[in-house]
């Protein structure tokens, strides 16, 4: 559980993006593309969710990216080359299904992108035709551009303020590669991660057209092991919980509301953590 490389992707005050690489030999054996790690900073710290963004098996080593947004991640952004977590568990969750559906959208907000990738380079060596979309606020928190590019066959970009690429959002060209007229393109399936009003609206465009879409969700865990309840979710009428049976599940049987009141319920408590916690 050594860090044997950080680089800092983003450094942007309250938003920084950062890489770790970690000795985990036993994770990296079994990691696959859309599953992830729960990890602890100290021993009085909390548990929280990362994606496995890649691994390299022969050298023991998982990678996780992860914005600065909480008390938490600030702490883990202060580790360096040589520091040890306090505890890490994985991999967890259900792995992407991957095989090949034909032509795949995979889209990407923020730091969405670094959960998009894994997946994307899958489902190109599967055979799929793969369409990128990636979006962020503005260019200077886009991450993993060439990455990307190299894991897909076409590739767009939309940053809020049009500092780069299209202006606007990832929802507007996937709403455009939809409906691309007067000889639209039929789509095999789409594949979304990023903040819940991103995918809940890719789920709204997608449904119109009537394209299987699958969104991996960042619900609120605890324990990762289906104990505590916390990341529960409702499919299809059906309570689910994103550490077990998921994190993936169809975006169209998804209850948005409901997930978006649950994920808020601790939003002032931590902000006022991270102020009381604040780092000079």
């Known amino acids: 559980m050594i860090i044997v490389d950080k680089k800092t992707l983003v ?23 859309g599953q992830f790690v729960v990890l602890m900073v100290s021993e009085a710290g909390e548990r929280i969710p990362l994606t496995v963004v890649d691994k390299d098996e022969s050298k023991g080593i998982i990678t996780l990216i992860f914005q600065e947004v909480g008390l938490t991640t600030r702490l883990l952004a202060r580790l360096n080359v040589g520091d040890s977590l306090y505890a890490l568990a994985g991999p967890l969750g259900h792995p992407t ?38 979006g ?31 202006r606007g959002f990832t929802t507007d060209i996937l709403k455009n590669l939809l409906s691309d007229n007067p000889k639209p393109i039929a789509y095999n399936l789409i594949y ?12 709204w465009i997608s449904r119109d057209y009537g394209v299987k879409t699958v969104v991996s969700l960042n619900a609120l865990m605890v324990d990762a092991t289906g104990m505590c309840g916390c990341c529960r979710v409702t499919v299809s009428g059906k309570t689910k919980f994103s550490c077990v049976d998921g994190p993936e599940f169809d975006a169209h049987q998804i209850d948005w509301e409901e997930l978006q009141k649950r994920n808020d319920i601790y939003l002032d408590k931590e902000k006022h953590i991270c102020k009381q916690g604040e780092i000079k």
């Open 11 to 33: 450094d942007c005050r309250d938003a920084g993006i950062v890489r770790l690489d970690i000795s985990a030999p036993e994770i990296a054996k079994k990691a696959m593309p």
């Open 136 to 166: 962020a606020r503005t260019k200077e928190l886009l991450i993993l551009e060439n990455e990307l590019a190299q894991a897909s066959d076409e590739f767009h970009i939309a940053t809020d303020d049009g500092s780069y690429g299209r």
């Open 192 to 203: 979304a991660v990023g903040p819940i009003p991103m995918m809940k609206k890719v789920a």
């Open 97 to 134: 299904a991957v095989k090949n559906y034909g032509r795949v959208i995979i889209v990407g907000g923020g730091v969405g992108l670094a959960e998009i990738l894994p997946v994307a380079r899958a489902f190109k060596r599967a055979g799929n035709q793969i369409t990128a979309v990636a």
